[in-house]
């Protein structure tokens, strides 16, 4: 337990995790269902969530929810898994800036 104070006071370990996150930050989503830009993007708590380091969700305007998720593969692999048990979703894979939209299974 005494391992916290080695990385800081309170106030310094979480303006670390905060500019962690925002490193993570996608600049866009791109709509898994109609394409779109989605710029109204917010973090998920991870905790709990063991392999993943960010996950982010974003409303677009046709409805849908996109999501973006970072970490290691195999935690990420399952946590798109786990939302594709909802059959209303439409997954795909981009990249940080966007890029690389192709649904999945396409």
Do not use: Y
């Amino acid at each position: 337990m005494g391992q916290a104070k080695n990385r800081g006071t309170l106030d310094q370990r979480v303006a670390q995790a905060q500019a962690k996150l925002a490193a993570n930050r996608p600049e866009k989503l791109v709509c898994n269902s109609c394409g779109a830009d989605v710029t109204q993007i917010n973090p998920v708590s991870t905790r709990g969530l063991r392999g993943l380091e960010a996950i982010w969700v974003g409303q677009c305007d046709c409805g849908h929810t996109t999501f973006a998720a970072s970490g290691e593969p195999k935690a990420v692999e399952a946590f798109f898994f786990a939302l594709s048990q909802d059959t209303e979703l439409a997954l795909g894979r981009q990249d940080k800036d966007g890029g690389g939209h192709d649904k999945a299974g396409d």
